[in-house]
């Protein structure tokens, strides 16, 4: 049975992206992705980096930002074990694609490996188009690129 506790969504913090860090495995799992969560983008791009809140501590998080070209960026997106299938993961790319609408963001982007099929799935289900890019992340490293267009409620 799925648990449903209402979470708010506000900028993280650096305190938060301690939080999540020290939690790390009830986002990720056995994948280590410690190294991908910089501070600095918090810092510099706090707007766009958005933490879930609940009573019991962070259910979810984005982080992520706004290029000069106007695509919003996700370069983290995750949701707590307890968390997963309720909605919360679209709930926070609602908000990320929002607030870097805001910031004049017109497209949104992400990328992830080509064996995440959770990420592939969730991210098609949001109507982001999906293709595999042979060396995107270096020599012999495909990466799935993902890309729509704002507003995220509109059909891509």
Same mark, same amino acid.
């Given at each position: 049975? !799925?648990?449903?506790?209402?979470?708010?969504?506000?900028?993280?913090?650096?305190?938060?992206?301690?939080?999540?860090?020290?939690?790390?495995?009830?986002?990720?799992?056995?994948?280590?992705?410690?190294?991908?969560?910089?501070?600095?983008?918090?810092?510099?791009?706090?707007?766009?980096?958005?933490?879930?809140?609940?009573?019991?501590? %962070?259910?979810?998080?984005? %982080?992520?930002?706004?290029?000069?070209?106007?695509?919003?960026?996700?370069?983290? !997106?995750?949701?707590?074990?307890?968390?997963?299938?309720?909605?919360?993961?679209?709930?926070?790319?609602?908000?990320?694609?929002?607030?870097?609408?805001?910031?004049?963001?017109?497209?949104?982007?992400?990328?992830?490996?080509?064996?995440?099929?959770?990420?592939?799935?969730?991210?098609?289900?949001?109507?982001?188009?999906?293709?595999?890019?042979?060396?995107?992340?270096?020599?012999?490293?495909?990466?799935?690129?993902?890309?729509?267009?704002?507003?995220?409620?509109?059909?891509?």
């Amino acid at each position: 049975m !799925i648990r449903v506790m209402r979470a708010q969504i506000t900028p993280a913090g650096t305190a938060d992206i301690h939080q999540v860090l020290a939690d790390h495995h009830r986002y990720w799992g056995k994948r280590d992705l410690r190294a991908l969560h910089l501070s600095a983008l918090v810092r510099e791009f706090g707007e766009t980096c958005l933490v879930a809140r609940a009573e019991d501590g %962070i259910h979810g998080y984005v %982080i992520g930002f706004v290029t000069p070209a106007g695509t919003g960026y996700v370069h983290l !997106i995750a949701t707590r074990d307890d968390a997963r299938g309720t909605g919360l993961g679209r709930r926070l790319y609602a908000a990320f694609a929002d607030a870097a609408h805001r910031q004049g963001a017109q497209r949104l982007k992400a990328i992830t490996s080509p064996g995440n099929a959770g990420s592939i799935a969730f991210h098609r289900r949001l109507g982001f188009d999906a293709r595999t890019v042979d060396d995107y992340d270096g020599p012999g490293r495909a990466m799935v690129v993902f890309r729509r267009v704002l507003p995220l409620d509109a059909a891509p």
